[in-house]
């Protein structure tokens, strides 16, 4: 027995879809009915995974939430932090736990735009909004990007130079060829992106807790900043509002509703309930981590700058900066020490978060179709900055000219590398689609996808015919 349906399909002038659903056998068998073939993802997969205990399926969605997490963790928050605490002790520590629970909850809502549609935020913003609207939001989400990679880049400079006492231009350089180099990861899957991504972080929180163990703040005042909100002292409310922007980070939305992407999540409503229960859970432990390192960083600048300081000291710590915050732990670890310790985990800051924002930029970047524009201003601002800081460093050192030679002959050819990475990532389009609607299963269908069958083997759906679109059905 067979059934012909007529479906009007929403668009310019109301095309009719003409769709078939063959019924065959006992009409009264518990069985669904067959569904004609549709696109190759709508198969029911019965994937190992969903015969896996509950931690193993968590921990194939790990990963997202550290990336994520980073945006919460790099040079500027970290600057921050260690301002607020040199200024306020512990009494701000409860700004940082009201905005990572606020994050927690903006970044669940982004994952779970992504599993529930199929698309990132990039190609719902494009397909939903009006024309001013989108580039409203590019130019937002943009500017946003640039402001959180500045501090992320010269904070690695910072650490290159602190480690390896190389001029601060030179880190930029390093950071900018390292960061395009580890991007590179993510052609052997984004799973190596977000294990290098995890080390970087637990790299950082095993710095920033021996920092703190070493420190030793008092337990009760640090619990009592987190929970009591007090706003006592010049300049209380201005480190407070700074402290809250600086864990605002709407380029973060766009990254996350995008990795969520990378996971294999089955299209039924149990499948998708789950596989958000499991972000939720993973975005949670990552920034409950990140929510660790901060009040580790507030931590550690409120009990030294409270302490007995030369007048030398107690000036570095009115005015704290990534380049200079070394001299916190001097006193107890000494000056060597204490500066690898710290570069090594701005470092990790600073790497880690500059990876995360350029992937968040790729994305964000799909907003629009004219990214090459975007691409021209920022090999042009690169090359000024790079070839005049470099030709005015050649000029005015001290080194022998043949030397100087040497070393033009070798930076040179690096920033050409560097000049035609940036034009490929400008150029290249992507091959791999990234979304296919799919075909939205009946109530009968889901219902007997929900309770899963092994003998439904048929692919779910109804082919879509365009030559018989507009064919009307006889009355």
Same mark, same amino acid.
């Given at each position: 027995?067979?059934r012909?349906e007529?479906e009007?399909r929403?668009?310019?002038?109301?095309? %009719?879809r003409i769709a078939?659903?063959?019924?065959?056998?006992?009409?009264n068998?518990?069985?669904p009915?067959s569904?004609?073939?549709?696109?190759?993802?709508?198969?029911v997969?019965e994937t190992?995974?969903?015969?896996?205990?509950?931690w193993r *399926?968590l921990?194939s969605?790990?990963?997202p939430?550290?990336?994520?997490?980073?945006?919460y963790?790099?040079?500027?928050?970290?600057?921050?932090?260690l301002?607020?605490?040199?200024?306020?002790?512990? &009494?701000?520590?409860?700004?940082?736990l009201?905005?990572? +629970?606020f994050a927690?909850?903006i970044?669940s809502?982004?994952a779970?735009?992504?599993?529930?549609t199929?698309k990132?935020l990039?190609?719902?913003c494009?397909?939903?909004?009006?024309v001013?609207v989108k580039y409203c939001?590019?130019?937002?989400?943009?500017?946003?990007v640039?402001?959180?990679?500045?501090?992320?880049?010269?904070?690695?400079?910072?650490?290159?130079?602190?480690?390896?006492?190389?001029?601060?231009w030179?880190?930029?350089?390093?950071t900018?060829?390292s960061?395009?180099?580890?991007?590179?990861?993510?052609?052997?899957?984004?799973?190596?992106?977000e294990?290098?991504?995890?080390?970087l972080?637990?790299?950082m929180?095993?710095?920033?807790?021996? &920092?703190?163990?070493?420190?030793?703040?008092p337990?009760k005042e640090?619990? *009592?900043?987190?929970?009591?909100?007090?706003l006592?002292?010049?300049?209380?409310?201005?480190?407070a509002i700074?402290?809250?922007?600086?864990?605002?980070?709407?380029?973060?939305?766009f990254?996350?509703?995008a990795l969520v992407?990378?996971?294999?999540?089955?299209?039924?409503?149990?499948?998708?309930?789950?596989?958000c *229960?499991?972000?939720l859970i993973e975005s949670?432990?990552?920034?409950?981590?990140?929510l660790?390192i901060?009040?580790a960083?507030v931590?550690?600048?409120g009990?030294v700058?409270?302490g007995d300081l030369?007048?030398?000291?107690?000036a570095?710590?009115?005015d704290l900066?990534? %380049?200079?915050?070394?001299?916190?732990l001097?006193n107890?670890?000494?000056r060597?020490?204490a500066?690898i310790i710290?570069?090594v985990?701005?470092?990790?800051?600073g790497?880690?978060?500059?990876i995360?924002g350029?992937?968040?930029?790729?994305?964000?970047?799909q907003?629009?179709?004219?990214?090459?524009?975007l691409?021209?201003g920022i090999i042009g601002i690169n090359?000024y900055?790079l070839?005049?800081?470099?030709?005015?460093?050649?000029?005015? %050192?001290?080194?022998?000219?043949?030397? %100087?030679v040497?070393i033009? +002959?070798?930076v040179?050819?690096?920033?050409g590398i560097?000049m035609?990475?940036?034009?490929?990532?400008?150029?290249?389009?992507? *091959?791999?689609v990234t979304?296919?609607?799919?075909?939205?299963?009946?109530?009968?269908?889901?219902?007997?996808?929900?309770?899963?069958?092994?003998h439904?083997?048929?692919?779910?759906?109804?082919?879509?015919?365009?030559?018989?679109a507009?064919?009307?059905l006889?009355?």
């Open positions: 027995m067979a012909v007529r009007v929403p668009g310019r002038g109301g095309s %009719n078939s659903l063959n019924v065959e056998g006992d009409m068998s518990d069985g009915p569904l004609a073939p549709s696109k190759h993802f709508d198969h997969d190992p995974t969903s015969q896996q205990p509950g *399926k921990l969605f790990v990963g939430g550290f990336l994520v997490s980073l945006a963790l790099d040079p500027g928050n970290l600057e921050t932090d301002q607020a605490g040199a200024d306020h002790r512990y &009494e701000l520590l409860w700004v940082i009201i905005g990572l +629970i927690l909850i970044q809502l982004a779970n735009l992504g599993v529930s199929g990132h990039s190609e719902l494009k397909a939903e909004y009006p001013i939001l590019w130019l937002l989400a943009e500017v946003a640039i402001a959180a990679d500045i501090p992320e880049v010269i904070g690695t400079a910072f650490a290159l130079n602190i480690l390896f006492h190389i001029p601060v030179v880190g930029v350089l390093l900018g060829l960061t395009l180099l580890l991007l590179g990861l993510q052609r052997y899957g984004v799973r190596k992106l294990l290098l991504i995890a080390i972080v637990f790299v929180a095993a710095c920033f807790f021996g &920092e703190m163990a070493y420190v030793k703040p337990a640090v619990i *009592k900043g987190m929970f009591i909100p007090r006592k002292g010049q300049g209380a409310t201005g480190d700074a402290l809250l922007g600086a864990l605002v980070m709407p380029h973060n939305l990254l996350h509703s992407l990378s996971r294999k999540v089955p299209k039924s409503v149990k499948g998708i309930n789950e596989a *229960k499991f972000f949670g432990f990552a920034l409950f981590v990140a660790l901060n009040i960083v931590s550690v600048s009990t700058c409270s030369t007048p030398d000291q107690v570095e710590c009115n900066t990534l %380049n200079s915050a070394s001299f916190l001097k107890v670890l000494g060597k020490s500066s710290y570069a985990a701005l470092l990790a800051s790497q880690s978060s500059t995360t350029t992937y968040a930029g790729q994305y964000i970047m907003i629009i179709v004219i990214s090459w524009i691409g021209l090359i900055y070839v005049t800081g470099f030709v005015g460093w050649l000029i005015h %050192n001290s080194l022998p000219k043949l030397a %100087n040497f033009g +002959i070798a040179f050819p690096l920033m560097y035609l990475s940036v034009i490929y990532l400008m150029v290249r389009t992507d *091959k791999v979304f296919i609607e799919p075909t939205k299963l009946g109530p009968h269908a889901q219902d007997h996808l929900e309770r899963g069958a092994s439904y083997d048929e692919p779910l759906g109804v082919p879509y015919r365009e030559d018989l507009d064919i009307p006889p009355e």
